[in-house]
């Protein structure tokens, strides 16, 4: 069993930057896939970024990749979604989620999610 925690959400300005964190703990972090979905106001949860126990990262769209960097401290047991620019539009539940390294992947493992606001 693996618990995820984020933190770091709140309410920004358009234009603005942070960093969401997500510290997991109750399993090896290592061996574990990490990534970050969110889920706009009415909308479904998106696919962001995930990044593998290596270090490659996956973007859900160009746009993303464009604005968000997703990165990991495997010391830390922490995964991390820098995002850039804010925009109204990326107004939203965050969730970090964890998959065990086999495949398909399953995203097995989530947190309870972080607000983000983005005022215009």
């Known amino acids: 069993q693996v618990q995820l925690v984020e933190a770091g959400g709140g309410l920004v300005q358009a234009g603005d930057s942070l960093r969401l964190s997500c510290a997991a703990s109750g399993d090896t972090f290592s061996v574990l896939r990490m990534a970050w979905f969110r889920r706009p106001p009415g909308k479904e949860r998106e696919f962001v970024a995930s990044?593998?126990?290596?270090?490659?990262?996956?973007f859900g769209a160009e746009s993303m990749k464009g604005r968000f960097a997703i990165s990991r401290d495997n010391a830390l047991n922490a995964a991390y979604l820098q995002i850039n620019t804010l925009k109204p539009e990326d107004t939203a539940i965050y969730y970090c989620a964890a998959a065990p390294l086999v495949t398909p992947i399953i995203w097995r493992y989530w947190g309870q999610g972080t607000q983000v606001t983005v005022s215009s």
């Open positions: 990044i593998s126990t290596l270090h490659e990262t996956t």
